[in-house]
């Protein structure tokens, strides 16, 4: 059962413009979420984080938005680079430090 | 370079084999995740130690089990292999309990034949 799930496998983006990757989960318990960036032949990188508490969170380019009421996350990259191009994974912490994984979205920046 | 080691990098095996995958993590981390990453599926997570302690399970199969040794680093040992298996094995580690700034090894591409 897949309790975290990014709905859109890919998505195209012109340089500049923004992106906007989204993730929706099931668990009310989750109280930590996390996006990473994965480029090919490469481990995951963290990206930017949000607590439960919080509904925004910005690093650079890079914002995080949560609506715990519609169990909604999404990450917003403005402006989109060619060097951002990678999969995007959005993950959930449940209790006992448990971490949901989504099947990532494939983001790729046209130059 | 994320700092985390993972060996091998790619394994071929058979069907009914036993495999160890080995994970080395960042200086100074003290927690280990291990996650399975198969083919159109997201990170599954598989288990975490703490400074040599289980401190969490994930969906991990009973074939399946793992250590955190001493010296930190963790080996993850897969028995009985299936076909269902083949997957990619990725490592990660953190300072803390959590993972809030983890760092992921390069993985092991493990194919069961």
């Known amino acids: 059962d897949q309790q975290v799930k990014q709905n859109s496998p890919s998505l195209s983006v012109q340089e500049g413009r923004i992106s906007i990757l989204n993730c929706d989960y099931t668990n009310s318990m989750f109280d930590y979420f996390l996006w990473y960036k994965k480029y090919p032949a490469e481990g995951p990188t963290f990206l930017i984080s949000?607590?439960?508490?919080?509904d925004k969170n910005e690093d650079g380019r890079f914002t995080v938005f949560l609506n715990k009421s519609a169990k909604h996350l999404s990450l917003h990259i403005v402006p989109s680079q060619p060097g951002d191009s990678a999969v995007y994974f959005c993950a959930a912490r449940a209790s006992g430090n448990q971490f949901y994984f989504g099947t990532g979205t494939s983001l790729t920046v046209i130059p | 370079d994320s700092g985390v080691t993972q060996t091998p990098k790619h394994l071929i095996t058979a069907t009914g084999q036993r495999v160890t995958l080995r994970c080395s993590p960042r200086?100074?981390?003290?927690?280990v995740y291990w996650y399975q990453q198969s083919l159109d599926q997201g990170l599954q997570f598989l288990i975490q130690?703490?400074?040599?302690?289980?401190?969490a399970k994930g969906n991990i199969l009973e074939r399946f089990s793992a250590q955190q040794f001493p010296d930190l680093h963790s080996e993850l040992n897969l028995s009985s292999l299936e076909l269902g298996d083949s997957a990619l094995y990725f490592c990660?580690?953190?300072?803390?309990?959590?993972?809030?700034?983890?760092?992921f090894g390069q993985g092991t591409r493990l194919t069961v034949v």
């Open positions: 949000i607590s439960s508490i919080k």
């Open positions: 990660a580690s953190s300072v803390g309990d959590g993972l809030t700034e983890a760092f």
């Open positions: 200086s100074g981390d003290l927690s």
């Open positions: 130690y703490y400074n040599g302690e289980e401190r």
